[in-house]
């Protein structure tokens, strides 16, 4: 697996504080973007010498690996915006399409049978390739599981280009998990909310290897 190439993480909310924080910790540089750069700034000083602040632009243009830690309706924007710049990145995609609804909970946002990781792949810039990963667990899970022992936790991914499960898998692993691939994006659906292997779906729980590879 390639150890090399540059990731970084676009978008510092709960999900991408954590996915940064991982890398860290799992000894993988990391380049650190958001709308505020001061933002990114100010976790890089907390991580330390592997994270590095960068302007958006700076951080796609520098890194192989974009992992796009957005809101799911943000993102059409985004890749058209970045389009030229994307070109033959590897983008990471680890959002829900879900936004709150009335009762404390949340709900989906498109179609009961769409998934996120297809629809974002009809818009995807010319060469990019695109992998649906870091968003089956809740931001609570993703920090607390990694790293997990003596059986790591299980992190799903999904992909069409298979030239990069290499990439994906020493990614999920600086992360702290077990990569499994569940297939192309035809079934992303599967690791978003309300999928049946996603935590807030019919997993309901992390999951080991033995555990995962029962369920599928």
Not at 58 to 78: G, H, N
Request: charged residues 25%; glycine residues 8%; hydrophobic residues 45%.
């Amino acid at each position: 697996m390639s150890i090399t190439k540059k990731v970084a993480v676009i978008g510092l909310g709960n999900i991408g504080k954590v996915v940064a924080t991982n890398l860290v910790k799992g000894n993988r540089p990391v380049i650190l973007a958001s709308r505020k750069l001061e933002d990114a700034k100010s976790l890089a000083q907390k991580l330390g010498d592997h994270a590095t602040p960068a302007e958006t632009l700076v951080a796609i243009k520098e890194a192989d690996i974009i992992v796009l830690s957005v809101w799911f309706d943000t993102i059409k924007e985004f890749l058209s915006k970045y389009a030229s710049e994307l070109q033959g990145k590897i983008i990471v995609d680890p959002s829900n399409p879900i936004a709150p609804d009335d009762n404390g909970g949340f709900k989906k946002i498109i179609g009961e049978k769409e998934s996120a990781g297809q629809l974002i792949a009809a818009v995807l810039p010319k060469g990019a390739k695109l992998a649906k990963a870091l968003g089956t667990l809740s931001a609570a899970s993703l920090a607390n599981a990694a790293f997990q022992k003596p059986e790591a936790a299980v992190l799903f991914y999904a992909t069409d280009d298979t030239s990069v499960n290499a990439d994906i898998e020493q990614l999920i692993h600086d992360n702290g998990f077990e990569p499994i691939r569940v297939g192309g994006l035809d079934q992303s659906i599967r690791i978003e909310v309300f999928g049946d292997l996603h935590e807030f779906g019919a997993l309901g729980k992390t999951v080991t290897v033995a555990e995962a590879k029962a369920r599928l």
